[in-house]
């Protein structure tokens, strides 16, 4: 198994990481006036090579500990690691969960192909109307950090979270729909993430695919190994995990912060996570509106501040804007019309998750009726279509994983 991984890892780390390591030692040579015989190097990087890596790693590893059968049809474990709605950004399925449905033969049915469209609807809408809106000003003001006061950099900080969501999620239910066109049914990749009320609760809700490959393959593995050492093994797990997890989205020092911060804001709650369950249940609190509300925003706060270093391009950046946010007030910049399709674009979809979270039985006699479902989907549909951005090349988020 370990001669199969690291062939399947050479790849990804050769057209990934060889580039960064390469450069750094570079760099360090000519600071230290000393000759490196390689130039600096990039390389473009093959489509959908992080997500096809990971895809096939969990293979290989159901197939030794004998959670699934090895596959001997060639064609239909090609078919897995390259089926085209996945392969450019996921979700990072399972060969248990997609072999079976690849090796029976499916037919085109009415209500797979009405699922699948209106997941491809509300998937566009989210790209389309929210990400790519609020990618507009947050890409002006992130791209003059200098020029821009700590008010606007706390605006886009904050509206950064949401975009990232919009972006990923809303590939997601496109990727989901073209699959559930011709019959197939790949697992969720978000689950409402901004109603969580933990880091932990919030990673069990966000990039499901990925988060639920490093727990099952990283994670739980590590754990287990250190499980003598009791809180200390699980932190030393927790740790390992997301600083893979960031070194996967990309290789700089940013991407390190951001591993290490999601890590230490995990560890904090894996240590005080009884405590915090005995005082819930001693002041009934996690039926009070108003806690659940705090935590949520707490929840928002942390994964906000974590996401600074992952949009900023540089560890300096990521400090500048931190100390910009808190010390340098001003009038923000304000694209009032950008602004104001994305927010009303966020409010829908902020909205509908909240009905699905705490709500989810209210007012579905009415979308029992044709007519109202009906109304709803031409709505989302013209939303895009006077709403939506249709000049930013198509471009995607987790494209460049």
């Not at 760099?27 to 390389?43: C, K």
């Not at 049809?73 to 090609?78: K, N, R, S």
Request: include cysteine.
């Amino acid at each position: 198994m370990r001669v199969n991984i690291v062939l399947i890892l050479l790849p990804l780390l050769f057209f990934k990481y060889f580039a960064f390591v390469n450069n750094q030692l570079l760099d360090l040579m000519v600071a230290n006036n000393l000759r490196w015989p390689l130039p600096e190097v990039s390389f473009l990087l093959p489509i959908g090579i992080s997500y096809y890596t990971f895809m096939c790693i969990g293979y290989t590893i159901d197939v030794y500990n004998e959670d699934i059968k090895a596959e001997k049809h060639l064609g239909i474990v090609a078919l897995f690691t390259a089926f085209f709605p996945l392969i450019l950004s996921g979700p990072i399925e399972r060969a248990g969960n997609m072999i079976p449905q690849f090796k029976n033969i499916k037919s085109i049915k009415a209500h797979n192909l009405s699922a699948g469209l209106k997941f491809m609807l509300w998937g566009y809408f989210m790209k389309l109307v929210v990400a790519d809106r609020l990618g507009i000003y947050i890409d002006n003001v992130y791209g003059d950090i200098v020029g821009h006061n700590g008010n606007s950099l706390l605006i886009a900080t904050v509206l950064y979270p949401f975009q990232v969501y919009a972006d990923l999620g809303g590939y997601s239910l496109i990727a989901i729909g073209v699959a559930k066109l011709m019959g197939f049914d790949v697992m969720q990749n978000f689950e409402r993430p901004f109603f969580a009320t933990s880091m932990a609760d919030f990673w069990r809700r966000w990039h499901m695919s990925l988060i639920t490959w490093l727990t099952d393959y990283v994670y739980t593995p590590l754990s287990f190994t250190f499980r003598k050492i009791g809180m200390i093994g699980i932190i030393i797990a927790l740790m390992v995990t997301f600083l893979l997890s960031g070194i996967w989205h990309h290789t700089d020092m940013t991407s390190v912060m951001w591993g290490l911060s999601q890590g230490t804001f995990l560890s904090i709650e894996a240590i005080f996570h009884k405590r915090r369950n005995k005082f819930e249940e001693k002041y009934r609190l996690n039926s009070r509106a108003l806690y659940i509300t705090f935590c949520i925003i707490t929840t928002f706060i942390l994964f906000t501040s974590s996401q600074v270093f992952g949009r900023a391009d540089t560890l300096g950046e990521s400090w500048m804007i931190f100390n910009k946010i808190f010390v340098d007030r001003g009038v923000p910049y304000l694209d009032m019309t950008t602004l104001a399709f994305a927010l009303l674009g966020l409010g829908v979809l902020l909205l509908k998750d909240f009905k699905n979270e705490f709500k989810p039985r209210i007012l579905v006699w009415v979308f029992d009726k044709n007519l109202v479902r009906y109304l709803s989907y031409s709505i989302v549909f013209y939303m895009i279509l006077l709403m939506g951005v249709f000049n930013n090349g198509g471009s995607f988020i987790y494209f460049k994983y």
